[in-house]
């Protein structure tokens, strides 16, 4: 069965880091584009960051960018979000996405994690 489970999520104060995971199984992991979205109370979900399936490229939503850092090993089937300096807005359930623009065009969406940012 395909699966992407997300963990590493919490409570952290202001100021903290966080670093998220995301394990997969059940599909060829290297030949999919890899992304972290988050959706906050009454938001709409929204990228985080995503790489490529190679990790030869990364982007970030502009509010996270310098903050936030996407990884993966494609040996370990996993991909990473490290998330420093973090805000009350950062507050949100974080979902893994995986991303093959072939033949057919296939997205997997994992459950989510929380991540909640409070004093």
């Known amino acids: 069965q395909v699966q992407l489970v997300e963990s590493g999520g919490g409570l952290v104060q202001p100021g903290g880091s966080l670093r998220l995971s995301c394990q997969a199984s059940g599909f060829t992991f290297s030949w999919y584009d890899m992304s972290w979205y988050r959706q906050g109370p009454e938001n709409e979900r929204e990228l985080v960051a995503a790489?490529?399936?190679?990790?030869?490229?990364?982007n970030y939503a502009d509010s996270v960018k310098g903050r936030f850092t996407i990884s993966r090993s494609n040996v370990k089937k996993e991909v990473y979000l490290q998330m420093n300096s973090l805000k009350a807005e950062d507050t949100a359930v974080y979902y893994c996405?995986?991303?093959?623009?072939?033949?057919?065009?296939?997205?997997?969406w994992g459950q989510g994690t929380q991540v909640t940012v409070s004093s």
């Open positions: 790489i490529t399936s190679g990790g030869s490229s990364t």
């Open positions: 996405k995986a991303d093959r623009a072939g033949w057919p065009y296939t997205i997997y």
